[in-house]
């Protein structure tokens, strides 16, 4: 551990006192929101009405990463919220361009990626065939370890049959899918990319250590979940699922744990995509639910945080940038808008 | 579960909190060379037979992040188009730009980027430089990012000395498929298919134009003497294919050829034009972003 890192694990300690200090359990989550986010003001009348209220991420120093905050209400009471934030599935809606969403087991099963289907007209799905089929043991342009490049090359045999593709891949899922809920993101195992090798728990630490004051506030989860702390093993149980879905016309698998853990009258959650085939390289949605009272009926008041990290992101500077950013909160926008129309529902 | 995924103010800039973190600063190279082969040319009552031209362009931008919505822009630009031309023809050899570029981009709304930048410096044959040669040309630019895949481009080109002072310009780049691009932004429209990681073909046109004074005996040296002290607008137009070849993730170099249908010398002071016709060209460039 660099000196950096140990200095910035004491800042999160004293933080913690701090914020217990600063930010009483009763308070107004408005104040509260506001301690540790990038929002200077919310206006409470709009989020209540629908609006969601969105803030670009500032550069930062760690080169792969970018994020985004938004705030925003369901209309659920809190405890409901934070069980459909959970455990939502995003597959329903076409225009998150999500093709298959599946929850796993504890302890996962081969069953569990049975629906895993490269046989499909998705032209992104065809992409990541493409790649798949182009894996050599020595040379692949998807996120895997030289092992697992091994095995998908043998697996395959060069062949571009969907079937075998899909078989191959849901037998490498499962491994890291099992080795996580066995060891946390201590099972997740660095893939080489480009001659680098990349721990996507690394690059989720590295975007956390520099959001300090959000890092404080979520510390309980955070080392409930082993991301920042001395526990490597999770405390708490999450729902796993597996994703295939577009990323830019590129189809990408992801393994992913959400994590939700009653912090006082409120609720925090992390949605950790801790291990995903291509693209990017992981990427952490952290939330903040707390209870609100708006015309008699009890509703959440939620708090987003977005991190995401990608290797293109180090090459996208200046205004290309900001035009990054400014598109990534469009897309959680679409997302967050789903999310309200069918709690509505639920209601 | 996401998928994914802009001078005055210099002496304000934090330039320490600038220099801790090396990250807030951007920086944007662009040289461009192009041959345009022998064009049948005529006008302002001359004979003026066949001129080739040889044109570079060489762009250096730094861009200092202020903060999360501001980028100021400081730099530099050296552009020279040379034209072969037969004695006593009413072209000037050189035309020629060194200015300063001074700008700023700003995120005006959740989906609307702002650019503003003027380009003070010296525009003109270099023949008996004076205060004429000067100009500042002025662009103000909005992009509308209505999705990732679709942004929308609407602006002003302002120029004291052109005959069209203001300029409207519009454009659209349109990702229609992981491979294909309507890449129609000025100055270069683009149709692009991107053929690998790398690689990225495309047919489209080009535009390539400024305003330009002339030597107080430009007109008398050339036969033509009411020309003298005159201003001049260039414009040329071309159509071109090519393709662009990604080095490193911020370095590219392109090579393209194509066919100069039209360019024009608008002398239009006294109301006399030059024009020329029809010639191949072939352009190579290289663009940085650091």
Same mark, same amino acid.
């Given at each position: 551990?660099?000196?950096?890192?140990?200095?910035?694990?004491?800042?999160?300690?004293?933080g913690? *006192?701090?914020s217990?200090a600063?930010? =009483?359990?009763?308070?107004?989550?408005?104040e509260?929101i506001k301690?540790? $986010?990038d929002f200077?003001?919310?206006?409470?009348?709009?989020v209540?009405n629908?609006?969601?209220l969105?803030?670009?991420?500032s550069?930062?120093?760690?080169?792969?990463g970018i994020s985004?905050q938004?705030?925003?209400?369901m209309?659920?009471p809190?405890?409901?919220?934070?069980?459909?934030?959970?455990?939502?599935?995003?597959?329903a809606?076409?225009?998150?361009?999500v *093709?298959a *969403?599946?929850?796993?087991h504890m302890?996962?099963?081969? #069953?569990?990626?049975?629906?895993?289907?490269?046989?499909?007209r998705?032209?992104p799905?065809?992409?990541?065939?493409? &790649?798949t089929?182009?894996?050599t043991?020595?040379?692949?342009?998807?996120?895997?370890?030289?092992?697992?490049?091994?095995?998908? %090359?043998?697996?395959l045999?060069?062949?571009?049959d969907?079937?075998?593709?899909?078989?191959?891949?849901?037998?490498?899922l499962?491994a890291?899918?099992? %080795?996580?809920q066995?060891?946390g993101?201590?099972?997740?195992?660095?893939?080489?990319?480009?001659?680098?090798i990349?721990?996507?728990?690394?690059?989720?630490r590295?975007?956390?250590l520099?959001?300090?004051?959000?890092?404080?506030e979520?510390?309980?989860i955070?080392?409930g979940?082993?991301?920042?702390?001395?526990?490597?093993m999770?405390?708490?149980?999450?729902?796993?699922?597996?994703s295939?879905?577009?990323?830019?016309?590129h189809?990408?698998?992801s393994?992913g744990?959400?994590?939700l853990?009653?912090?006082?009258n409120?609720?925090?959650?992390?949605?950790?995509?801790y291990?995903?085939? #291509?693209?990017?390289?992981a990427?952490?949605?952290?939330?903040?639910?707390?209870?609100?009272?708006?015309?008699?009926?009890?509703?959440?008041?939620?708090w987003?945080?977005?991190f995401?990290a990608?290797?293109?992101i180090?090459?996208?500077?200046?205004?290309?940038?900001?035009?990054?950013? +400014?598109?990534?909160l469009?897309?959680i926008?679409?997302?967050?808008?789903?999310?309200?129309?069918?709690? &509505?529902t639920?209601? | 579960?996401?998928?994914g995924?802009?001078?005055i103010?210099?002496?304000?800039?934090?330039?320490?909190?600038?220099?801790?973190n090396?990250?807030?600063?951007s920086?944007?190279?662009? +040289?461009?060379?192009?041959y345009v082969?022998?064009a049948?040319t005529?006008?302002?009552g001359?004979k003026?037979g066949e001129?080739?031209?040889?044109?570079a362009?060489?762009?250096?931008?730094? $861009? =200092?992040?202020?903060?999360?919505d501001?980028?100021?822009?400081?730099?530099?630009?050296?552009?020279?188009?040379?034209?072969?031309? =037969?004695?006593h023809?009413?072209?000037p050899?050189?035309?020629?730009?060194a200015?300063?570029?001074?700008?700023?981009?700003?995120?005006?709304?959740?989906?609307?980027?702002?650019?503003?930048?003027?380009?003070?410096?010296?525009?003109?044959?270099?023949?008996?430089i004076?205060?004429?040669?000067?100009?500042a040309p002025l662009?103000?630019?909005?992009?509308?990012l209505?999705s990732?895949?679709?942004?929308?481009?609407?602006?002003?080109?302002?120029?004291?000395?052109?005959e069209y002072?203001?300029?409207?310009v519009?454009?659209?780049?349109w990702k229609?498929?992981?491979?294909?691009?309507?890449?129609f932004?000025?100055?270069? =429209?683009?149709?692009?298919?991107?053929?690998?990681?790398?690689l990225?073909?495309y047919t489209?046109?080009?535009?390539?134009?400024?305003?330009f004074?002339?030597?107080?005996?430009f007109?008398?040296?050339?036969?033509?003497?009411?020309?003298?002290?005159?201003?001049v607008d260039?414009f040329?137009?071309?159509?071109?294919?090519? #393709?662009?070849?990604?080095?490193?993730p911020?370095?590219?170099i392109?090579?393209?050829?194509?066919?100069?249908p039209?360019?024009?010398?608008?002398?239009?002071?006294?109301?006399?034009?030059?024009?020329?016709?029809?010639?191949p060209?072939?352009q190579?460039?290289c663009?940085?972003?650091f």
């Amino acid at each position: 551990m660099t000196r950096r890192v140990a200095c910035l694990f004491l800042a999160l300690g004293a933080g913690c *006192f701090l914020s217990v200090a600063a930010v =009483p359990e009763n308070s107004d989550p408005v104040e509260a929101i506001k301690s540790y $986010s990038d929002f200077a003001a919310i206006d409470l009348g709009r989020v209540l009405n629908g609006d969601v209220l969105s803030e670009r991420g500032s550069l930062m120093n760690f080169p792969n990463g970018i994020s985004a905050q938004t705030c925003y209400a369901m209309a659920l009471p809190a405890d409901e919220a934070a069980r459909h934030l959970q455990l939502w599935d995003p597959s329903a809606y076409s225009e998150l361009k999500v *093709f298959a *969403f599946h929850a796993l087991h504890m302890p996962c099963d081969p #069953a569990d990626f049975q629906t895993l289907d490269f046989q499909t007209r998705q032209k992104p799905v065809h992409w990541l065939l493409d &790649k798949t089929v182009a894996t050599t043991p020595a040379r692949s342009e998807l996120n895997l370890t030289r092992d697992e490049a091994r095995q998908l %090359a043998g697996c395959l045999s060069k062949q571009a049959d969907p079937q075998r593709a899909s078989k191959c891949w849901a037998k490498l899922l499962l491994a890291r899918a099992s %080795a996580f809920q066995q060891q946390g993101l201590a099972g997740t195992t660095p893939y080489e990319v480009a001659g680098e090798i990349v721990s996507p728990a690394d690059q989720l630490r590295n975007m956390l250590l520099e959001q300090l004051p959000i890092s404080h506030e979520f510390l309980p989860i955070l080392k409930g979940i082993g991301l920042l702390g001395k526990d490597a093993m999770p405390s708490l149980t999450p729902f796993y699922y597996w994703s295939l879905f577009d990323a830019d016309y590129h189809g990408t698998i992801s393994l992913g744990a959400v994590y939700l853990l009653p912090v006082g009258n409120h609720f925090q959650l992390i949605d950790l995509e801790y291990y995903v085939n #291509a693209n990017y390289y992981a990427s952490a949605s952290m939330y903040e639910v707390w209870p609100v009272q708006a015309q008699g009926k009890s509703m959440a008041l939620v708090w987003r945080g977005d991190f995401f990290a990608a290797p293109t992101i180090r090459f996208t500077k200046g205004t290309e940038r900001i035009a990054y950013g +400014a598109l990534m909160l469009q897309d959680i926008k679409k997302e967050i808008h789903c999310m309200q129309d069918e709690a &509505k529902t639920k209601r | 579960m996401k998928r994914g995924c802009l001078a005055i103010l210099a002496i304000l800039v934090p330039w320490a909190a600038l220099a801790a973190n090396p990250m807030s600063i951007s920086e944007e190279l662009d +040289a461009v060379y192009s041959y345009v082969g022998d064009a049948h040319t005529r006008g302002a009552g001359l004979k003026s037979g066949e001129i080739d031209e040889q044109s570079a362009d060489v762009k250096y931008v730094v $861009s =200092p992040q202020v903060n999360k919505d501001l980028l100021l822009r400081f730099g530099a630009e050296w552009e020279r188009f040379s034209f072969d031309v =037969p004695d006593h023809s009413a072209v000037p050899r050189l035309l020629q730009q060194a200015s300063g570029v001074l700008g700023f981009d700003y995120q005006v709304a959740d989906e609307w980027l702002m650019r503003v930048e003027v380009e003070p410096g010296i525009y003109g044959d270099f023949e008996n430089i004076n205060g004429r040669d000067f100009d500042a040309p002025l662009v103000i630019g909005g992009i509308y990012l209505a999705s990732a895949d679709v942004q929308w481009l609407l602006g002003i080109r302002v120029d004291v000395r052109c005959e069209y002072p203001v300029l409207p310009v519009a454009g659209v780049r349109w990702k229609l498929s992981d491979e294909w691009t309507l890449n129609f932004m000025l100055p270069s =429209p683009r149709v692009e298919y991107q053929a690998n990681d790398r690689l990225t073909l495309y047919t489209g046109a080009g535009i390539e134009a400024g305003t330009f004074a002339t030597g107080e005996t430009f007109g008398s040296d050339h036969g033509e003497p009411k020309l003298n002290g005159t201003i001049v607008d260039f414009f040329e137009f071309r159509l071109d294919a090519g #393709a662009s070849w990604k080095i490193t993730p911020g370095v590219s170099i392109e090579a393209e050829a194509g066919y100069m249908p039209y360019r024009e010398f608008d002398f239009f002071e006294p109301d006399l034009d030059v024009r020329s016709y029809n010639a191949p060209y072939g352009q190579i460039a290289c663009h940085a972003r650091f």
